[in-house]
């Protein structure tokens, strides 16, 4: 049965001011162009009014700046964007419905599991497990001896949680990721690499998602960190021993190579490459493929290859950009000037 909300409660909900009838419910919420009479939709900003007004929508969550005559059912917030976010939450969410542990899910020995949970064929716990009430382990998913998972938390399938890693609560891992695999640690020796036994963990603190595919490699000795509320990507790719911050944003194909200390609420954009041993301070933000060799101080904004501060990348990028002009520029004066000097030498024979 679809949720139903009073225009009231929904703007007390997402922290705005209603214009409009308090009592009007809404089912759902939509894109402007899909909503109907008993949904919600949102708009960002004044130059979305034609689609706000061509809209069949029955209330609108607006920005408090907005331009124009606003519609008859209007919730004006500071964030459309978040107050979009709060109420796709309130209206997607539904209650845990545990459904035990299914008979051709493989169970080791000595494990704690929490009798509301769902545990989906083809599951693989190792032995001595601790599993959180109303955790949900999708088909696939290989937990390793020890591991820790807190309540609230989705495997999804085919996810693989190496031993010992330690997963915390409300905690969202996508299909494919791999956690607590061996950090890539090799000696050179007079025969060839020898390898650097991986004897850490990976502990993920609470409300961290981490996307598909995703590897974040265990400690070769203590552990790799993920600290809470951070999100991560698609692809991404987490060395031994790196410790992230809290509310840290990391998008698809970052590659974080061993040792980096991330400061909280750090941002880096897509294919970004961090090397090996430097710290990333506090809010620094991270331009979209950037290589970054050096540690970046807190607060700070950089792209580029190397990475340097973003406006100073900006107008090194405009500057390549005329490169071809310049070059023809500087072709056509020497040219002017070769033909000076040959008048030059024709005058003084």
């Known amino acids: 049965m679809a949720k139903k909300i009073s225009l009231k409660d929904l703007a007390q909900l997402v922290g705005g001011r209603l214009k409009g009838d308090g ?5 759902g919420i939509s894109s402007l162009d899909a909503a109907t009479k008993d949904q919600v939709s949102f708009a960002v900003s004044s130059t979305l009014a034609p689609q706000v ?6 209330a609108f969550l607006l920005p408090e700046n907005w331009a124009g005559e606003p519609p008859k059912n209007v919730i004006f917030v500071k964030d459309p964007y978040l107050a979009y976010a709060i109420a796709a939450n309130f209206f997607c969410s539904k209650p845990f419905e545990p459904k035990g542990i299914h008979q051709r899910a493989t169970i080791g020995d000595g494990c704690s599991i929490h009798k509301e949970v769902t545990i989906e064929a083809g599951a693989v716990i190792g032995r001595n497990v601790f599993i959180g009430r109303h955790v949900h382990l999708y088909p696939g998913a290989v937990i390793g001896d020890g591991v820790e998972i807190g309540q609230e938390t989705v495997i999804f399938p085919n996810v693989v949680i190496y031993d010992r890693c330690k997963i915390g609560r ?7 990721a791999v956690i607590g695999a061996d950090g890539f640690g090799y000696a050179q020796g007079p025969h060839g690499m020898v390898k650097i ?3 850490g963990i990976v502990v993920i603190e609470d409300n961290v998602e981490i996307g598909a ?3 974040i490699d265990r400690a070769a000795i203590g552990e790799t960190r993920i600290g809470h509320g951070s999100k991560i990507d698609n692809l991404v790719m987490i060395a031994h021993n790196v410790s ?3 509310n ?4 698809s194909q970052v590659g974080i190579s061993g040792s980096t200390r991330v400061g909280t609420g750090v941002m880096m954009g897509g294919q970004v490459g961090i090397v090996g041993h430097i710290e990333i301070g506090d809010r620094a933000k991270i331009g979209a493929k950037s290589g970054v060799p050096h540690s970046i101080g807190a607060g700070e904004t950089v792209s580029g290859i190397p990475a340097m501060p973003h ?3 900006l107008r090194m990028v405009n500057a390549i950009k005329r490169v071809p002009d310049m070059i023809k520029e500087i072709k056509n004066l020497r040219k002017r000037l070769e033909r000076l000097e040959d008048n030059g030498k024709r005058q003084g024979s």
């Open 311 to 313: 406006l100073k990348w």
């Open 213 to 215: 595919n995703t590897t």
């Open 53 to 58: 007004a061509s809209s069949k929508a029955g």
């Open 170 to 176: 409300k905690v969202r891992i996508h299909a494919g």
């Open 23 to 27: 009592n009007f419910t809404v089912s």
């Open 244 to 246: 992230l911050g809290s």
């Open 197 to 199: 036994p991986q004897t």
């Open 248 to 251: 840290c944003v990391i998008v």
